[in-house]
């Protein structure tokens, strides 16, 4: 994975990436140098990154949302259960949480909020 990261063989991380589970997946991000990263984050399947974001330390979850953005992040929160996203959410500032859940539904937003009180 590191090989075709380092040598922008992109086309071939998906393949490589399905062959191991998220909680792998989640140790390499919290492992990886910073471009890795990026690039990692920004080319995987959604409902993979959804999985790993679940299982990586809060520091790497903000930054993952960061490199993502607050929309394309709300987009994988979607695929998660509420529990989940508000483990994901919790250590977010307040604004940075309104703005994700400004992009889910409106039962999630609620749900979220009365467990984030």
């Known amino acids: 994975l590191i090989e075709s990261l380092d040598n922008q063989e992109l086309e071939n991380v998906p393949n490589i990436v399905k062959t191991i589970d998220s909680v792998q997946l989640a140790y390499f991000l919290s492992t990886s140098i910073s471009d890795h990263k990026e690039k990692l984050v920004n080319i995987l399947d959604q409902h993979l990154l959804s999985d790993a974001l679940v299982h990586v330390v809060p520091d790497l979850q903000v930054e993952i949302i960061e490199i993502l953005g607050i929309e394309n992040t709300a987009k994988l929160l979607k695929l998660l259960d509420v529990e989940d996203i508000v483990a994901i959410v919790k250590d977010l500032d307040r604004k940075s949480i309104e703005n994700v859940l400004y992009y889910?539904?409106?039962?999630?937003?609620?749900?979220?909020?009365e467990l984030l009180s």
């Open 104 to 113: 889910l539904p409106n039962a999630t937003q609620k749900l979220v909020e």
